[in-house]
T-cell receptor, first 116, second 110 residues
């Protein structure tokens, strides 16, 4: 299957700082990338959908100014958590897809963010 | 109301047992359906897509009931390696959005 990487895999930061997470599709061009958040013992919650070269579509309740998404190329999307707070501590997972809505999403390994 | 609802379990079954999970979805415009498997602290991986006619892959059978708005996953002859969380995923065409269920935890016991 296709490979999606995320970097970093784990990050600890102080409250108030910004953290950037990268999501790369390594062996395919992703027309659409998704960002999810997963709290312990809960399911993935879709945060936003991004298509290359256009603005991300955020889910209700997700602050676009706090979670900045850039999808500059067909192989790279970034999520920046701005002015992080302890409640932002979570597992952030990206996924990528190259086809239509019936195509498989391939998930990255996730980034564990801990905000002190 | 949540877009996708699943019984979180946990389901604890002996090896060799048959186990079934159901998942209901609220949006009748939903177009694509999937079952994903997620192992502890790992990313989800596609187990199988769910087609209108139902589909089978080895010990796994997935079915879709559009009238009642649910999908199901049947696992026959459970193996220890089947222990994981199974996530129901529904894609709503409008807005190109995927929604995940909370997942059903399965533990297969020797």
């Amino acid at each position: 299957g296709a490979v999606v990487s995320q970097h970093p895999s784990w990050v600890i930061c102080k409250s108030g700082t910004s953290v950037k997470i990268e999501c790369r599709s390594l062996d395919f061009q992703a027309t659409t990338m998704f960002w999810y958040r997963q709290f312990p013992k809960q399911s993935l919650m879709l945060m936003a959908t991004s298509n290359e070269g256009s603005k991300a579509t955020y889910e209700q309740g997700v602050e676009k100014d706090k979670f900045l998404i850039n999808h500059a190329s067909l192989t790279l999307s970034t999520l920046t958590v701005t002015s992080a707070h302890p409640e932002d501590s979570s597992f952030y997972i990206c996924s990528a897809r190259w086809g239509n809505i019936e195509s498989e999403q391939f998930f990255g390994p996730g980034t564990r963010l801990t905000v002190l | 109301r949540k877009e996708v609802e699943q019984d979180p379990g946990p389901f604890n079954v002996p090896e060799g047992a048959t186990v079934a999970f159901n998942c209901t979805y609220s949006n009748s415009a939903s177009q694509s359906f999937f079952w994903y498997r997620q192992d502890c602290r790992k990313e989800p991986k596609l187990l199988m897509s769910v087609y209108s006619s139902g589909n089978e892959d080895g010990r796994f059978t997935a079915q879709l009931n559009r009238a009642s708005q649910y999908i199901s996953l049947l696992i026959r002859d459970s193996k220890l390696s089947d222990s994981a969380t199974y996530l129901c995923v529904v894609n709503v065409n409008t807005g190109n959005q995927f929604y995940f269920g909370t997942g059903t935890s399965l533990t297969v016991i020797p």
